[in-house]
């Protein structure tokens, strides 16, 4: 139910600086640690000797020593020495490719000889100083393609964040969707409207007088295996809206990296960047507590579904017209997936066609 020769965000550097993370990545338990030469590394989390969680041990000189025996493996799972044992001849325990890049590690869980690390997507605001980026992590027991779905159709904003970023008039303005290639685009853009507070606070933080009519874009993309960027803002009405001068508006890009533990689970890497005082790390400690909370109401929403979706399989879920981002988002993913299944990968998911 998702593809596995692709990358996903695993984790950030700083979840194993003091010793080993044991994290579950598309169903395969996985270990994330520094090897010898300071690069991150990731391994099955099984250890060969008595099937112990590698990830329960420590780093030694940049290898991995089991918690239960003291088996010491180093970044490419070879067994390297354990106390009055020989384990040379001991097979290799599996080794997932694995790239730190953007502040995030980027981990492959399928056919290691596919991975291309040039395939990880480029994130201008990860490397430009005209950005700010502030985000976290929430566990959420969802099948990943719900938190997809959540993200291409914002219609629900007006209900579930109606206290922050929403709005009656997000439903009242019909989305679009189309499909490029394996990116599928849903926009909504609304005129001569009242900011809501989060973005009337946005403004403010941007110099900009808040209680005047504004324009509002969402524009939600795509792209395989399950990563969504949301652009959002808003600009004084009459300006051009999402073609505003920057001095007329407050925009920014919602980050959405969903990662599949399980089935029925997700690591949901979520944050928002900026590009406006980008320098104002006040500002981006209170608009990373503003989404934080945003997201919380997601989760609490997103995992009741996951409940009933679990509860009532046989039940028909309906589809609307709002729906389309979600629906065509799926059709791309079950594209790749029978393809991928089918053996016709032949590099990463840019080539499963």
């Given at each position: ?5 692709t990358?996903?965000?695993a ?14 990545i598309?169903?395969?338990?996985m270990v994330?640690?520094?090897d ?5 590394a990731?391994l099955?989390?099984?250890c060969?000797?008595?099937?112990a969680?590698?990830s329960?041990g420590f ?9 239960y025996?003291?088996l010491t493996?180093?970044g ?6 354990m106390?009055?044992q020989?384990v040379g001849g ?5 080794a ?5 890049r ?5 981990v492959?869980p399928?056919d290691?000889?596919?991975?291309n690390?040039?395939?990880?997507p ?7 100083d005209k950005w700010a980026?502030g ?5 959420i ?7 997809i779905d959540n ?9 579930v964040h ?13 989305p679009?969707?189309i499909?490029?290639?394996d990116?599928?685009?849903t926009?909504r853009?609304m ?11 946005a403004?403010r933080?941007?110099g900009l007088?808040?209680?005047?009519p504004?324009?509002r874009w969402q524009i939600?993309r795509f792209?395989p295996?399950s990563h969504?960027?949301i652009e ?9 809206g ?5 001095d ?5 890009i919602?980050?959405?990296f969903?990662t599949?533990?399980?089935d029925?689970?997700?690591w ?6 900026r590009n406006?005082k980008p320098q104002d790390?006040e500002?981006?400690?209170?608009i990373?507590?503003g989404q934080?909370?945003i ?5 609490e ?15 028909k ?8 981002g979600?629906v065509?988002?799926?059709?791309v ?7 991928e ?5 032949t590099?990463g998911v840019?080539?499963?066609?």
């Open positions: 139910m998702f593809l596995k020769n990358w996903y965000v984790c950030t550097p700083d979840e194993f600086a003091e010793k080993p993370l044991g994290r579950k598309c169903n395969e338990a994330f640690f520094r010898g030469n300071g690069n991150a990731a099955e989390d099984f060969p000797h008595r099937g969680a590698l329960l780093v030694k000189d940049g290898h991995l020593v089991c918690g025996h003291g493996v180093d490419g799972g070879k067994c390297t020495k106390v009055g020989r001991f097979p290799k325990t599996r997932f490719p694995c790239v730190e953007y502040g995030f590690v980027w492959w399928g290691a000889a596919l991975a690390p040039d395939e990880i480029h994130l201008e605001w990860a490397v430009s980026y985000g976290g992590l929430y566990h027991k969802c099948d990943y393609r719900l938190m993200l291409m159709d914002l219609t629900h904003e007006t209900y109606a206290t922050s970023i929403g709005q009656e008039e997000i439903e009242e303005a019909p679009k969707t499909v490029e290639g990116m599928v685009i926009a853009h005129e001569n409207i009242k900011a809501p507070p989060f973005w009337a606070s403004l933080a941007n007088d808040d209680q005047v504004c324009d939600c792209t295996p969504v960027m959002v803002g808003v600009a004084h009405a009459g300006h051009g999402y073609d505003a001068p920057a007329k508006k407050a925009g920014s919602v980050v959405d969903i599949p533990e399980t029925e689970s997700i949901y890497f979520w944050g928002m960047a406006f790390a500002l981006t400690a209170a990373k507590r934080g909370g997201f919380a109401e997601d989760q929403v997103l995992e009741a579904q996951q409940r009933n979706l679990s509860a009532y399989p046989d039940k879920i309906l589809k609307l017209n709002i729906d389309a979600g065509q988002s799926r059709k993913l079950d594209r790749l997936i029978d393809a299944r089918a053996g016709a990968v590099g840019e080539n499963a066609a």
